[in-house]
T-cell receptor
Framework: EAQVTQNPRYLITVTGKKLTVTCSQNMNHEYMSWYRQDPGLGLRQIYYSMNVEVTDKGDVPEGYKVSRKEKRNFPLILESPSPNQTSLYFC?????????????FGPGTRLTVL | AQTVTQSQPEMSVQEAETVTLSCTYDTSENNYYLFWYKQPPSRQMILVIRQEAYKQQNATENRFSVNFQKAAKSFSLKISDSQLGDTAMYFCAFMKHASDNDMRFGAGTRLTVKP
């Protein structure tokens, strides 16, 4: 089954404790992205990657890191989480071809930073 | 920068009736893509419908159709014969063009279908 998977689905942590949210897709998509969803703000892009070893900042990159060592994986790293990073996080992937570039989303990760 | 505006934070509709969700966007581009995504209580983001800006014909997918007004930069979603399973948050999204997968989302409209 074609899908984007994220782990964990739920996470409660404390300020300053490093964490990683994993994202994996099995559709051979070139493009991957991370979003955070907050009430009244919709989805805002954190980081994106056009292909392996190519990453770039989105609209709200502060406090986050990413890596793209393999095509299928795109982990999101919070080196020192803070309460303002409490949010719902989505990973997404897509092709980079005209007519096939709608994004497929993972199931979301609910993160709470105390 | 492109912006997407959904001016209706919440809407409700009676089962079997029709409802229209509004979306406007701001861009100087001529070629771009527009999307509506549905997010039910499960939180999964589900693509409902997409529209290419170069196509004049409005996209339709079963009970879902759009009214794309390029000059007015408007992209509304019409849901016909509303069903209880349509209850969800709906997001309008804009993508500049095929080689740039940067997608911009509106703030969302929470739709409740009442029995």
């Amino acid at each position: 089954e074609a899908q984007v998977t994220q782990n964990p689905r739920y996470l409660i942590t404390v300020t300053g404790k490093k964490l990683t949210v994993t994202c994996s897709q099995n559709m051979n998509h070139e493009y991957m992205s991370w979003y955070r969803q907050d009430p009244g703000l919709g989805l805002r892009q954190i980081y994106y990657s056009m292909n392996v070893e190519v990453t770039d900042k989105g609209d709200v990159p502060e406090g986050y890191k990413v890596s793209r060592k393999e095509k299928r994986n795109f982990p999101l790293i919070l080196e020192s989480p803070s309460p303002n990073q409490t949010s719902l996080y989505f990973c997404a992937s897509s092709y980079r071809l005209a007519g096939r570039n709608e994004q497929f989303f993972g199931p979301g990760t609910r993160l709470t930073v105390l | 920068a492109q912006t997407v505006t959904q001016s209706q934070p919440e809407m409700s509709v009676q089962e079997a009736e029709t409802v229209t969700l509004s979306c406007t966007y701001d861009t100087s581009e001529n070629n771009y893509y527009l999307f509506w995504y549905k997010q039910p209580p499960s939180r999964q983001m589900i693509l409902v419908i997409r529209q290419e800006a170069y196509k004049q014909q409005n996209a339709t997918e079963n009970r879902f159709s759009v009214n794309f007004q390029k000059a007015a930069k408007s992209f509304s979603l019409k849901i016909s014969d509303s069903q209880l399973g349509d209850t969800a948050m709906y997001f309008c999204a804009f993508m500049k063009h095929a080689s740039d997968n940067d997608m911009r989302f509106g703030a969302g409209t929470r739709l409740t279908v009442k029995p």
